[in-house]
Protein backbone atom coordinates (compact mmCIF):
# COMPACT_ATOMS: atom_id res chain seq x y z
CA UNK A 1 0.00 0.00 0.00
CA UNK A 2 1.41 3.37 -0.98
CA UNK A 3 2.40 5.97 2.09
CA UNK A 4 3.46 9.10 2.71
CA UNK A 5 7.09 9.35 3.25
CA UNK A 6 8.99 11.55 5.49
CA UNK A 7 12.36 11.97 6.56
CA UNK A 8 14.30 12.19 8.76
CA UNK A 9 12.06 10.79 11.47
CA UNK A 10 13.92 12.15 14.51
CA UNK A 11 16.22 15.65 14.53
CA UNK A 12 17.73 17.46 17.21
CA UNK A 13 19.10 20.95 16.54
CA UNK A 14 20.63 23.48 18.28
CA UNK A 15 18.54 27.05 18.45
CA UNK A 16 19.90 29.42 15.85
CA UNK A 17 20.80 26.47 13.41
CA UNK A 18 19.02 25.36 9.94
CA UNK A 19 17.14 22.30 9.83
CA UNK A 20 15.00 20.83 6.66
CA UNK A 21 12.48 18.31 6.77
CA UNK A 22 11.59 16.19 3.44
CA UNK A 23 7.83 14.85 2.49
CA UNK A 24 7.39 12.56 -0.51
CA UNK A 25 3.57 12.26 -0.80
CA UNK A 26 1.83 9.21 -2.34
CA UNK A 27 1.97 9.27 -6.23
CA UNK A 28 -0.66 11.00 -8.26
CA UNK A 29 -1.58 12.97 -4.86
CA UNK A 30 -1.61 16.85 -6.43
CA UNK A 31 -2.34 18.21 -3.00
CA UNK A 32 0.32 18.08 -0.49
CA UNK A 33 0.17 19.69 3.31
CA UNK A 34 2.73 20.05 6.13
CA UNK A 35 1.33 20.36 9.58
CA UNK A 36 3.12 21.19 13.10
CA UNK A 37 1.67 18.87 15.92
CA UNK A 38 2.81 20.42 19.38
CA UNK A 39 2.76 17.68 21.87
CA UNK A 40 -0.50 17.70 23.66
CA UNK A 41 -2.31 19.48 21.21
CA UNK A 42 -4.25 18.54 17.40
CA UNK A 43 -2.20 19.16 14.50
CA UNK A 44 -2.55 23.05 13.32
CA UNK A 45 -2.16 23.20 9.48
CA UNK A 46 1.60 25.24 8.01
CA UNK A 47 0.94 25.50 4.68
CA UNK A 48 -0.84 23.93 1.62
CA UNK A 49 0.40 23.00 -2.10
CA UNK A 50 -1.53 22.25 -5.24
CA UNK A 51 1.13 20.93 -7.43
CA UNK A 52 3.72 23.23 -6.88
CA UNK A 53 1.59 26.41 -6.02
CA UNK A 54 0.94 27.33 -2.44
CA UNK A 55 -2.99 27.87 -1.93
CA UNK A 56 -2.60 28.60 1.75
CA UNK A 57 0.16 29.49 4.71
CA UNK A 58 -1.52 31.37 6.27
CA UNK A 59 0.23 29.85 9.56
CA UNK A 60 3.52 29.56 8.39
CA UNK A 61 6.21 31.71 9.90
CA UNK A 62 7.78 33.38 7.26
CA UNK A 63 9.86 35.07 8.72
CA UNK A 64 11.59 31.68 9.69
CA UNK A 65 10.07 28.91 8.26
CA UNK A 66 9.55 27.98 4.30
CA UNK A 67 8.49 25.52 2.15
CA UNK A 68 8.53 24.55 -1.60
CA UNK A 69 7.87 21.64 -3.69
CA UNK A 70 9.53 23.01 -6.96
CA UNK A 71 7.87 19.96 -9.40
CA UNK A 72 4.99 19.39 -8.03
CA UNK A 73 5.77 15.94 -6.24
CA UNK A 74 8.06 16.08 -3.08
CA UNK A 75 8.62 18.64 -0.70
CA UNK A 76 10.81 20.50 1.97
CA UNK A 77 10.31 22.53 4.67
CA UNK A 78 12.66 24.69 6.18
CA UNK A 79 13.30 26.34 9.72
CA UNK A 80 15.99 29.04 9.51
CA UNK A 81 17.04 29.65 12.54
CA UNK A 82 15.04 26.99 14.73
CA UNK A 83 14.07 28.19 18.42
CA UNK A 84 13.09 26.69 21.14
CA UNK A 85 9.24 26.90 20.36
CA UNK A 86 9.47 25.22 17.10
CA UNK A 87 10.19 21.76 19.31
CA UNK A 88 7.42 19.44 17.53
CA UNK A 89 6.08 17.03 15.36
CA UNK A 90 5.76 17.82 11.96
CA UNK A 91 3.74 15.92 9.95
CA UNK A 92 3.31 15.46 5.89
CA UNK A 93 -0.24 14.61 4.10
CA UNK A 94 -1.58 14.31 0.94
CA UNK A 95 -4.40 13.81 -0.94
CA UNK A 96 -6.37 14.20 -3.97
CA UNK A 97 -8.08 17.30 -4.37
CA UNK A 98 -11.60 17.47 -5.46
CA UNK A 99 -14.78 16.66 -3.08
CA UNK A 100 -14.28 17.37 0.55
CA UNK A 101 -14.59 13.48 1.16
CA UNK A 102 -10.99 13.21 -0.10
CA UNK A 103 -9.07 11.74 2.92
CA UNK A 104 -5.73 12.83 3.88
CA UNK A 105 -3.10 10.70 3.83
CA UNK A 106 -0.32 11.55 6.71
CA UNK A 107 3.24 10.50 6.78
CA UNK A 108 4.99 9.13 10.06
CA UNK A 109 6.29 12.80 10.84
CA UNK A 110 9.51 14.27 11.71
CA UNK A 111 10.06 14.68 15.14
CA UNK A 112 12.09 18.00 16.09
CA UNK A 113 13.75 18.78 18.95
CA UNK A 114 15.58 21.64 19.70
CA UNK A 115 18.40 22.36 22.20
CA UNK B 1 -13.30 31.02 12.50
CA UNK B 2 -14.17 26.90 13.20
CA UNK B 3 -13.36 25.45 16.19
CA UNK B 4 -13.26 22.19 17.99
CA UNK B 5 -13.48 20.78 21.50
CA UNK B 6 -12.76 17.75 22.67
CA UNK B 7 -13.34 17.74 26.48
CA UNK B 8 -11.73 14.12 27.55
CA UNK B 9 -7.95 14.71 27.33
CA UNK B 10 -7.85 11.08 28.59
CA UNK B 11 -9.96 7.98 28.40
CA UNK B 12 -9.87 4.33 29.72
CA UNK B 13 -11.52 1.24 28.51
CA UNK B 14 -11.75 -2.20 29.32
CA UNK B 15 -10.70 -4.78 26.71
CA UNK B 16 -14.43 -5.95 25.06
CA UNK B 17 -16.15 -3.09 26.24
CA UNK B 18 -17.46 -0.43 24.62
CA UNK B 19 -16.13 3.72 25.18
CA UNK B 20 -17.50 7.13 23.62
CA UNK B 21 -15.23 9.94 22.70
CA UNK B 22 -16.86 13.22 23.07
CA UNK B 23 -16.72 16.48 20.13
CA UNK B 24 -18.63 19.43 19.99
CA UNK B 25 -17.41 21.98 17.16
CA UNK B 26 -18.09 25.55 16.43
CA UNK B 27 -19.42 26.69 12.53
CA UNK B 28 -21.54 28.97 10.91
CA UNK B 29 -21.14 26.86 7.89
CA UNK B 30 -23.83 25.11 6.20
CA UNK B 31 -21.85 22.23 4.46
CA UNK B 32 -18.64 20.97 5.86
CA UNK B 33 -17.12 17.32 7.10
CA UNK B 34 -16.37 15.48 10.13
CA UNK B 35 -13.76 13.07 10.97
CA UNK B 36 -12.23 11.16 13.49
CA UNK B 37 -8.25 9.95 13.24
CA UNK B 38 -6.27 7.72 14.94
CA UNK B 39 -2.56 8.30 16.08
CA UNK B 40 -1.11 5.29 17.32
CA UNK B 41 2.10 5.92 19.67
CA UNK B 42 5.08 6.67 17.39
CA UNK B 43 2.67 5.29 13.82
CA UNK B 44 0.78 7.37 11.64
CA UNK B 45 -2.21 9.41 11.61
CA UNK B 46 -4.81 6.97 10.12
CA UNK B 47 -8.63 7.83 9.09
CA UNK B 48 -11.35 6.05 10.99
CA UNK B 49 -14.26 7.62 10.08
CA UNK B 50 -16.09 10.29 8.14
CA UNK B 51 -19.73 11.76 8.13
CA UNK B 52 -21.06 14.38 5.44
CA UNK B 53 -22.95 17.11 7.35
CA UNK B 54 -25.87 17.03 4.88
CA UNK B 55 -26.36 13.19 5.77
CA UNK B 56 -28.58 12.75 8.51
CA UNK B 57 -27.93 9.02 8.90
CA UNK B 58 -24.92 8.51 11.82
CA UNK B 59 -21.96 6.52 10.05
CA UNK B 60 -20.57 3.48 10.93
CA UNK B 61 -17.56 1.22 9.83
CA UNK B 62 -16.69 -1.99 11.79
CA UNK B 63 -17.06 -1.31 15.40
CA UNK B 64 -16.99 2.32 14.69
CA UNK B 65 -19.67 4.41 14.85
CA UNK B 66 -20.59 7.76 15.36
CA UNK B 67 -23.51 9.87 16.95
CA UNK B 68 -23.87 13.09 14.41
CA UNK B 69 -25.93 15.79 16.44
CA UNK B 70 -26.25 18.56 13.09
CA UNK B 71 -28.43 21.24 15.54
CA UNK B 72 -26.06 20.10 19.15
CA UNK B 73 -23.04 20.74 17.10
CA UNK B 74 -21.57 17.41 18.26
CA UNK B 75 -19.92 14.83 17.19
CA UNK B 76 -19.11 11.87 19.26
CA UNK B 77 -17.23 8.43 18.31
CA UNK B 78 -18.43 5.18 19.66
CA UNK B 79 -15.95 2.38 20.14
CA UNK B 80 -17.70 -1.16 20.81
CA UNK B 81 -15.62 -4.23 21.66
CA UNK B 82 -12.80 -1.98 21.99
CA UNK B 83 -9.53 -3.97 21.20
CA UNK B 84 -5.96 -3.83 22.67
CA UNK B 85 -4.82 -2.12 19.08
CA UNK B 86 -7.66 0.34 20.09
CA UNK B 87 -5.26 2.57 22.25
CA UNK B 88 -4.15 5.46 20.59
CA UNK B 89 -4.83 9.61 20.53
CA UNK B 90 -8.32 10.05 18.56
CA UNK B 91 -8.50 13.43 17.17
CA UNK B 92 -11.87 14.43 15.91
CA UNK B 93 -11.66 17.15 13.12
CA UNK B 94 -13.65 19.21 10.82
CA UNK B 95 -13.24 20.14 7.13
CA UNK B 96 -14.97 22.82 5.29
CA UNK B 97 -13.71 24.17 1.46
CA UNK B 98 -11.01 25.85 3.69
CA UNK B 99 -9.00 23.56 5.36
CA UNK B 100 -9.16 20.77 8.06
CA UNK B 101 -9.33 21.78 11.81
CA UNK B 102 -8.42 19.11 14.45
CA UNK B 103 -9.25 18.65 18.35
CA UNK B 104 -7.17 18.44 20.69
CA UNK B 105 -6.91 14.85 21.11
CA UNK B 106 -8.64 12.27 23.52
CA UNK B 107 -5.78 9.35 24.61
CA UNK B 108 -7.74 6.33 24.48
CA UNK B 109 -6.31 3.38 26.89
CA UNK B 110 -7.45 -0.08 26.78
CA UNK B 111 -6.85 -2.29 29.88
CA UNK B 112 -6.87 -5.74 29.44
Known amino acids: EAEVAQSPRYKITEKSQAVAFWCDPISGHATLYWYRQILGQGPELLVQ????????DSQLPKDRFSAERLKGVDSTLKIQPAELGDSAMYLC?????????????FGPGTRLTVT | AQTVTQSQPEMSVQEAETVTLSCTYDTSESDYYLFWYKQPPSRQMILVIR??????QNATENRFSVNFQKAAKSFSLKISDSQLGDAAMYFC?????????FGKGTKLTVNP
Open chain 1, 93 to 105: ASSVPGSNLYEQY
Open chain 1, 49 to 56: FQDESVVD
Open chain 2, 93 to 101: AYRSWRKLV
Open chain 2, 51 to 56: QEAYKQ
